[in-house]
């Protein structure tokens, strides 16, 4: 069975705040959050890809 991650718990993983993980799920650059009443969450599986992604983004930029 999936795990789901809250807001605050991406924040921690991403190291950043809440605001921040809110703000990039609405311009469409953090990882997708599904909506469960009025909470957001987050599939650790797609958590985990979106920041393996972020990382080769940034591995890529030296190159």
């Known amino acids: 069975m999936e795990r789901y991650l809250t807001t605050e ?6 190291r950043t705040s809440p605001s921040t993980v809110r703000y990039w799920r609405h311009i469409g650059k953090g990882p997708r959050g599904i ?3 009025k909470r957001v969450l987050y599939a650790e599986s797609a958590v985990t890809q979106w920041l393996s992604a972020s990382d ?3 591995s890529g930029a030296d190159a």
């Open 56 to 58: 080769d983004d940034v």
């Open 9 to 14: 718990e991406v924040a921690e993983v991403a």
């Open 35 to 37: 909506k469960r009443g």
